[in-house]
Structures are given as C-alpha cells and as structure tokens.
C-alpha cells in the first residue's frame, strides 16, 4: 500500500489547507487512519486521528481548527485545516492502518507534506 499526501503550502495567518492522503496498491480493509505534524527541532505530534466507525479524535492544541475526515470509495483521507497558526507549521504525514488480505493488521505511512504559515 502507498500513501500519498498533497495539499500542503505555504499560507498565510487565518488561511486554510485541505491536506489529502490517497491510498493505493493492494486492497486492505480500513481499521484507522490518522494525521502526525513535525516541526523542525520538535517531537512528531499526533494531531487527528479516524477510525473504522469514523469517530474522530484530535489533539488539544487543533480542536475546532482540524477536522479529519474520509472518503472510503476513493481510499483518501483529508485534514481540512482553518485559521492556520504560525505554530502549525510542520510536516505533516499521514498513516492508515488496515488488514491486508491475509495476516495481521499493518501500518503505513505516507512520505509527509510541508505546511508553513506565514506573512
């Protein structure tokens, strides 16, 4: 399976993204998917993440501005982002986890996209 993320930029203060992560290659059955951020110096941060009966959950710091949504049809994965923050400048990567057509479940990751917020 690959993912690959697009939509990410550079953007100004207040602006708004929608990051996408498309999955394709072999068939899975989706169980989770979820949105990490990496600023540069600073630990990987787990901000959004959705599962199977697409609950979502979000880390403090982006409740209200992120939201995580999926597309099963298409295989995708979105992170609409509102009214950007400096601080939300980071790379952002995508993983899905998923069982594959035999064996137990796997993780995959995708290869990152780079936010930058900024005047």
């Known amino acids: 399976v690959k993912l690959v993320e697009s939509g990410g930029g550079l953007v100004q203060p207040g602006g708004s993204l929608r990051l996408s992560c498309a999955a394709s290659?072999?068939?899975?059955?989706?169980?989770?998917a979820g949105w990490y951020r990496q600023a540069l110096g600073m630990q990987r941060e787990l901000v959004a993440r959705?599962?199977?009966?697409?609950?979502?959950d979000y880390a403090d710091s982006v409740k209200g501005r992120f939201t995580i949504s999926r597309v099963s049809d298409i295989n995708t994965v979105y992170l609409q982002i509102h009214n950007l923050k400096p601080e939300d400048t980071a790379v952002y990567l995508c993983y899905e986890e998923g069982w594959p057509l035999s064996g137990p479940s796997r993780l995959w990751w995708g290869q990152g996209t780079q936010v930058t917020v900024s005047t």
């Open positions: 959705i599962f199977r009966n697409d609950t979502t």
């Open positions: 290659g072999s068939p899975f059955t989706f169980k989770a």
